[in-house]
């Protein structure tokens, strides 16, 4: 079976399922912060290192 082809100079994109698995244990940024704020106002809201965990919390 070949490869999947991606368009030149592009990368693919990585599944969001893996991307929250491989930040899943990063350091997390406190949501409240001047950190968190940039990046919300850059639109990076989403990320998982801005998600609060009760469990594990950063």
């Keep these: 079976m070949a490869p999947p ?3 030149p100079g592009q990368p693919p994109n990585p ?4 991307v929250r698995r491989l930040l899943r244990n990063h350091p997390k940024i406190p949501p409240g912060s ?3 704020a940039e990046f919300r106002a ?3 809201g989403q990320l998982p290192i801005l998600e609060w965990d009760v469990e594990q919390p950063w």
Excluded: K, Q, R, S
Aim: aromatic share 8%.
């Design 5 to 7: 082809e991606f368009p």
């Design 15 to 18: 599944p969001d399922v893996a």
């Design 42 to 44: 850059l639109g990076l």
């Design 34 to 36: 001047a950190c968190a």
